[in-house]
């Protein structure tokens, strides 16, 4: 037992004697305790909550499906690639691989640059630890050769241990030619909350129900029309994401109904229009989901296009300076709805764990994004384990593009885990082994089915 | 050694050589260490310079005094049990425990649940792991002969080690009717800052000083009588919890006249002039701590009833959007004035310790509420031990609302105090086990003596 | 292997048969590990990219220029010491010391008392594990006589391995008389953003550049001259500190002519026109960035004078309330200038780290006052090193005063980087030593080189 666990959680019992602090391999015993907690969370089948996976086109076709994931254009950019070099119209995927893998030698010490490597060595047979100019394109042709074969896709989810994959559909997604109950749809809501000042947005919104909105009522229909179109094709979830300054309110359909018949009448808003129309339609969301009995993933915290001319994805950041008091008349207004609650920003953790501690309606999800760094993730799994009870936590899902994803990132989110159970349960509170490895598998799968629904 | 605590400070000396790397058993070495700086902290006696402990019922009566404290029914309730099935007006202790242990299962996770089995163990010779459906009415009844034993309020202070217990009293407590060398006093400000507006508290205010305040000067005048009062009955701090907007600022006896005049009248007051008011009763109780030469505890951060339909003492919650630059002008215009700080959030303990090592006046309190969980208080207790001067930590107190609490929250923080000592002073600086033991000793009593006066 | 380090990261593979899970004295190995990682660090040259060291007396004379260093003096200040004892007009400096030592047992905790040690062990033969009223004399006996040795400076810029020291240099300094190939000048540009509202500062700005500024174009003429001033004399970066409340923000010419002539005319500016003043010389100092192709170091967060009666230097403060997001119009506008950026609350960390993986013109520097203590550094470090590319970190400097300070403030930083190599990069991810001993020593020097230019 190393000094590092011995007191951690501080939570072991009193009574010294009970201490295990008897052998010089205690260290020894450790390291198997994680491994011993580890296996059979690594060998159960997984729901991955939230992706954004097209169901048409779920895995990569080439290696530039992978590394065109934006954790890796946006790092080699940032890393001094430019921007046009990877973004040329009609660039042939090996060349983009080609232009790419340069830059891979300043990110290797990067968590995302680890998620490629451990990817390649798992579904490509790379052996390498590392991919370089020298060693891409046996790589690129060997990886060629896997996803072209026969059922890759299948292969990759059959590898991966995944049971069923949550999308994040546009609200206009017709969600036909794909299996609803392996690719879960979820009512993405972004485009009806921030956008509907785009003539776009609302052509989308018109066409997708048959509805011309003008006031607070005939837009509400509208939506209600998305939720019974999706409810049909067996939705989950809806889902959005929030920019750190938005505060959800009720609006009145007095204060609506002139904003919605300026917006659809192809007048542009005033800032504050904008806003109170916004808050409208979030609130309207937050109702249908209660109709039809939805949980509504929160994703709160990101500022869009912070970095203007950054690579396609790779623009937007975030501002710590939010709170989830600014969610407080949400929570209290629909009690029956659960939101699943993830945070860019990890000084939002604590906040996020007092509040799904408090609130009934408030789970934690995931570790989002910025937030997805192991570093981060430890931190945030320890706060969530020690404070927040253990039905109401969603302990990852993969954000991923594309299928091949979901194995390193959810390897990487487990190995975390193990290490959390074995050290503040196992070791500081005397869990047993099997006890620890309960908690983690409610973690990963048993409460997505319990707020979600369970697969199949 | 383990490779944790090797470097964890960085401050060692620089000489390799005076390192002891050299066998094989060192972590055996580490854990042995943890518990000999363990051992000389668990066995001291405390004072608890913080808690909410009725001195009239110090103790517990049933095991509903202990399940019914507010970390146990709101995270029952968090995690589904209807807020009505706990408080239905009338309900008998043992069914009020039976209704909410069935929810005992869900929270088995957290270091709160960890208190209560640490101190069914320690107090009740609780045997099992867990407190479930089959065996809680066998801990019900074994617990209930305990309290009902003669002296078990002695019993649970002598086997605590607790020396004494501040209390935090209403501004009209009489203060009568117990030892307050063993129950320390300690006035309560909450009300009078920012309650004023209540008729309630005005004649709470009025029949406790015989004065009916009319002005900025006779509110001053009645203010003064309360601490006169306190001061008569052994009153060691005066104390408030604060919301995060709150800026304490001097207000003029012109300015503050029409506005008490106008509540003291009777009259609503504008949001504006309830904000003037509260800085102007704050900095009255300042000036008050100068002359009956007080220390003032502060525990910043917390927003009240954003939960509006949580359980009792379950609605408050926080917005880590607040820093102590708010206290400025309070820390500069008060350097005789101690001010104890607490916060609640764990994202401003850095500025804690900052504003703790560069005010005189400014000194760190405690682990309160959402950060008294071993993730956080860790991260603080480094902290606040690498850069605060030592003479200026108040290491914890319980926060309890009864006794039996003290002892599984003191040691879980002794525990964790024990790891960082051992890790950040025996290893890392290479300090004798006796020296890290007196910086802990300090922390956890000494200092208290040294702010606030030795016990009896 | 300890059960810290097996899942740190979680980013080691996959395959459990290929960790090294086998030995009871794998601790042993770790120990052993974070030496092998330590050692090529200790020994290689440095350059310190960011100092306050006068070049014209860069080593100390006696030891109360080392406790004189505002990290000793408001330390014991704030443990009590009046401000008067050691801010006494025509102090000796060995009368300052014995009037500082007696406070030095109250601070012995802190992370600064230990560098302060090991200096004194590692520069003047110090034995003791403290300085008391009983040794201290001893010890300045001791220093004083190397201190007056031939080449002391020489001597501690050879013992402390350093190649290069970066200063801060007002505006109006003539930068002669020193090696600027060893003291390499940095522009500070502090009182030209924010004092130009002092006659003191612009009498200084016109006699430095025999300009008058009367206008935003004759006003930007001035600062170009400054700026070929310092680029004749090897100027390596522009450098400003800025408060937390600082938005960058580009000035019309326009708006800025009437402020400008206001201002030089000798009359007082408004709030907002003392803020817009402030826009228009930092954008001003970001557009000549570009043309002398310089790094603009960026150090965000600090609130000035804040405790109004601290020691010298020893008043400043900060607010966590600060966000990168202020700084969106700068970071698009301004793509081929590097922004090396500090933070000094450890809760903008992870902005700092997102931001620099996202902005290819933003780069991590260091970790600055409030936040350059152990266990800052440490969670910081993961941080950046997870997710940053690591040729977009510099690692460290020692914003020191006197030279003699570089070596235990690098010592820190160097072990706490070698633990988070040794655990994070070979243990979790499994590279080799050597591989992580080159990441180390890119960010401890190469990257200074990159970013700022080759030494000599």
């Not at 690719?183 to 018109?206: A, I, N, S």
């Not at 018949?261 to 808003?269: I, P």
């Not at 490895?437 to 979600?452: A, D, M």
């Amino acid at each position: 037992m190393n000094i590092r666990s011995a007191g951690l959680t501080g939570l072991s019992v009193l009574e010294s004697d009970r201490f295990v602090f008897r052998s010089g391999d205690l260290d020894f015993m450790s390291a198997n305790l994680i491994q011993e907690v580890l296996e059979p969370l690594q060998s159960m089948r997984l729901i991955d909550p939230h992706t954004h996976i097209n169901p048409h086109q779920a895995a990569s076709k080439t290696l530039a499906d992978i590394l065109g994931y934006h954790y890796y254009t946006e790092l080699a950019h940032s890393a001094g690639m430019p921007r046009q070099q990877i973004e040329e119209p009609g660039l042939a995927p090996k060349d983009k691989v080609s232009r790419l893998v340069p830059w891979l030698r300043t990110i290797e010490n990067t968590a995302q640059y680890s998620w490629l490597l451990e990817m390649c060595h798992f579904f490509f047979d790379f052996k390498d630890d590392r991919i370089t100019v020298n060693n891409w394109e046996g790589l690129y042709d060997q990886s060629l050769k896997k996803m072209q074969s026969a059922n890759w896709e299948q292969t990759v989810l059959e590898q991966s241990g995944l049971d069923q994959v949550y999308l994040t559909n546009d609200f206009d997604d017709p969600l036909q030619g794909f299996d609803t109950k392996k690719y879960v749809p979820c009512l993405r809501t972004d485009d009806l909350v921030f956008h509907l000042g785009k003539g776009q947005v609302r052509e989308r919104l018109q066409k997708a129900t048959s509805l011309e909105p003008s006031s607070a009522s005939t837009l509400k229909n509208a939506i209600g029309k998305l939720f019974s179109h999706f409810s049909t094709n067996g939705v989950r979830a809806c889902a959005i994401s929030l920019p750190p300054d938005f505060h959800p309110a009720a609006v009145s359909s007095a204060t609506a109904d002139g904003i919605v018949a300026k917006v659809f009448g192809g007048h542009e808003l005033s800032a504050a229009e904008s806003v109170t129309l916004s808050q409208f339609v979030f609130w309207t969301l937050a109702e249908y989901c209660v109709e039809y009995r939805l949980p509504f993933d929160l994703m709160i915290g990101v500022n869009r296009r912070v970095y203007e001319n950054g690579v396609f994805q790779g623009q937007d950041l975030f501002d710590t300076r939010v709170s989830l008091i600014q969610y407080k008349a949400l929570f209290n207004a629909f009690p029956t709805v659960i939101f699943p609650v993830s945070v860019l920003a990890e000084t939002s953790n604590q906040e996020l764990v007092s509040y799904s501690w408090i609130f009934p309606n408030v789970v934690t999800s995931g570790h989002w994004w910025y937030s997805n760094i192991p570093v981060y993730i430890e931190n945030d799994t320890r706060g969530r384990l020690q404070a927040v009870p253990m039905t109401k936590q969603i302990g990852y899902y993969s954000d991923m593009y594309k299928l091949e994803f979901a194995m390193p990132k959810f390897a990487m989110y487990r190995r975390i885990l193990a290490k959390v159970l074995a050290e503040d349960f196992v070791i500081s509170r005397r869990w047993s082994v099997n006890r620890a490895v309960e908690l983690g598998k409610r973690v990963l799968r048993g409460n997505v089915e319990t707020i979600f629904g369970e697969a199949g």
